[in-house]
């Protein structure tokens, strides 16, 4: 079962939960870093991109994999998805094998052997930024600018899976968001080599739900997000509904959102990964925003990726 997060991680100022957490915190902490001593490194015979975060779920990772993915293939490369096995999620792995080849494990480096197997030339980690296990050619950390690191805490004190001076083993940053100098600051002052990137979100079937009344629902880490990017394009959302992220819905569930639909013009507007979710006789009665990452300085970037291959 997937909880909603908790509000208090993403306050400014360290709150009572937290406080009590922190022994259960400094645990799970001390139980990383003999892991990360412990893992034995492997270097992979192919170029290993890494997308990943350090601020639990949310960040934007697995539509920046995509844009990476149709960057290699531009750069007539043979790319492939890799991702560790889950029983759940499997939302994302699906959005990912509508792009190209997905490859999944238990363990990721078993997966990137077996792409290596079918001629793949270059993989890219969908997570996998605190998998220590695979030795990276570059790694990406992903921010969203809103959020950014909530309290400053890791689990479960706060969002984070790391500290902030994880990011002294990554080579670029990419924030989902604007231009925030404060961030940028925090994150020279961890790593002062490190290449910081922005992406956005640009909706690309917006036009289909304009002048519609709108009932916006999400099961994803940061549904807040989704909800701001459709008010941003002058969309009329008349309510907003936030499930926890990676939720299974029920049918029953989604007969009670079709409930609220009172008028003709009137529509449920989800995101494309909750879309995957929803059992196929309801696909026809609920709509999703198909979004597409754009990256500043694009050009620059691809730089970055043309030295490791």
Known sequence: ????????WDKNEVSLFSILLF?????IKILSSFRRFLTKKHRCAIPVICVGNIYLGGTGKTPLCIEIF?????????PAFIRKKYDSFQDEVDLLKQKGATYQSQKRIYAIENAIKNNVNICILD????DFSIIKNLSIVCFNEKQWIGNGLTIPSGPLRENLSALKEADCVMINGKKNKDIENKIFSENEKIKIFYINYQPQNINEFQNKNIIAFAGIG???NFFDLLKN????????????DHHKYSEKELENLLGKIKENNTILLTTEKDYLRIPKNFNKKIKFLKIK??????NQFIENIKKII
Do not use: A, H, R
């Open 70 to 78: 149709s960057i290699l293939e531009s750069l007539k490369m043979n």
């Open 23 to 27: 022994p259960l915190t400094i645990i």
């Open 127 to 130: 997570d996998g930024f605190q």
């Open 233 to 244: 394009n002058n969309l009329n959302i008349i309510d907003t509904i936030k499930f926890p």
């Open 222 to 224: 940061n549904p807040e």
């Open 1 to 8: 079962m997937i909880l909603l997060k908790p509000k208090f």
């Open 293 to 298: 990452v754009e990256i500043e300085n694009k």
